[in-house]
């Protein structure tokens, strides 16, 4: 090569020089962001249900303990002081925690197992091949979308003793003819009134969880149980129901911690339900009415605090146990 061409080809040096452009800059901040991205992103993105959470949530708990702590009451704020444990103590003796008990499990009893057994029929209806098949899934999903209290003041009306469609209904099939069913007088019958309202509401709404884990099983299964000669009905409790367990024990807690904190059913059954009474002897009343009554009819704050966290134990207990059997039962070991 000539010096002139070589020359020419070397980098130019004083004012023409230009400096390179230095590619480490841009790269440093892709990597910044991508640090950023990947460490800290995901925690700021979650951050805000967390603080509503320690807000709405763990400080309303937190605070009904040290409730349940004291002897609160709002028509004597003299009587405000550390109590310990003697509300919970209070609870072993107290006839109407008991018996609000005993009312809560039985509707719970005559609500969850029934409705999660139907729930199961009907998915299992659903997911076969029906006509307007779009029209049969939304509609059973009615009953859910339908305001609680609206759907309670209607079925107060059907149970009426002298008025109600139900008396009507059950006198077409010669029951009650003499004497109608006063569905608010005995315990029985305000428990299945109840457990009524409970079950048309949420069967619709488990029906179409269960449907949902229904589409997953492969059709080739149901077909092979064919061939062997299984019927609909052993291959919804042989094949359905233990492919679909995780959908069952989902539904079975949450079931169990609906039916044990029901409130808003058995409060408006009653002809007043500003006294949380549940009947007049108390037939029907449930431990989350029993707190309303003491909480902020007794003025007794700290009382109801210690029925709060005496429910939340139970439901606890319950749900673990519901899970556990239910577990067991579909064909698994844990």
Not at 66 to 94: C, E, I, K, Q
Not at 303 to 310: C, H, I, K, L, R
């Amino acid at each position: 090569m000539s010096p002139t061409r070589a020359a020419a080809t070397a980098p130019r040096r004083g004012r023409d020089a230009r400096p390179e452009p230095d590619q480490r800059g841009p790269s440093r901040w892709r990597e910044r962001l991508y640090r950023f991205d990947v460490r800290y992103l995901p925690y700021l993105l979650i951050a805000p249900f967390f603080l509503l959470f320690a807000v709405f949530g763990l400080f309303p708990i937190v605070f009904n303990g040290v409730v349940a702590l004291r002897a609160w009451r709002l028509d004597d704020p003299t009587r405000d002081g550390w109590a310990g444990l003697d509300n919970f103590r209070r609870l072993l003796s107290d006839g109407d925690f008991w018996n609000a008990l005993y009312n809560t499990f039985g509707i719970f009893l005559l609500s969850t197992v029934p409705q999660l057994l139907l729930a199961l029929v009907v998915a299992a209806l659903l997911n076969r091949k029906l006509r307007a098949q779009t029209w049969w899934r939304v509609g059973v999903l009615l009953p859910y979308v339908t305001p609680v209290t609206a759907s309670t003041l209607i079925f107060s009306v059907v149970f009426a003793r002298d008025t109600g469609i139900a008396n009507w209904a059950l006198s077409l099939l010669g029951i009650g003819e003499t004497e109608p069913i006063d569905w608010r007088a005995s315990t029985w019958a305000s428990w299945i009134a109840i457990a009524t309202m409970v079950n048309w509401k949420w069967i619709g709404y488990n029906a179409l969880l269960y449907l949902a884990a229904m589409q997953s099983v492969p059709r080739d299964v149901y077909e092979a149980a064919a061939v062997d000669g299984a019927g609909p009905w052993r291959q919804l409790w042989r094949i359905t129901v233990p492919m679909i367990r995780p959908v069952v024990i989902f539904t079975v807690v949450l079931s169990t911690i609906g039916g044990l904190q029901l409130f808003t059913e058995p409060m408006l059954f009653d002809s007043n339900p500003a006294l949380g009474n549940g009947g007049d002897d108390h037939q029907w009343q449930t431990i989350a009415q029993l707190i309303y009554k003491v909480g902020w009819r007794d003025l007794n704050l700290g009382y109801a605090a210690a029925m709060s966290w005496a429910l939340f134990l139970v439901i606890l207990v319950v749900a673990a146990a519901n899970a556990l059997i239910t577990n067991r039962l579909g064909g698994g070991k844990r």
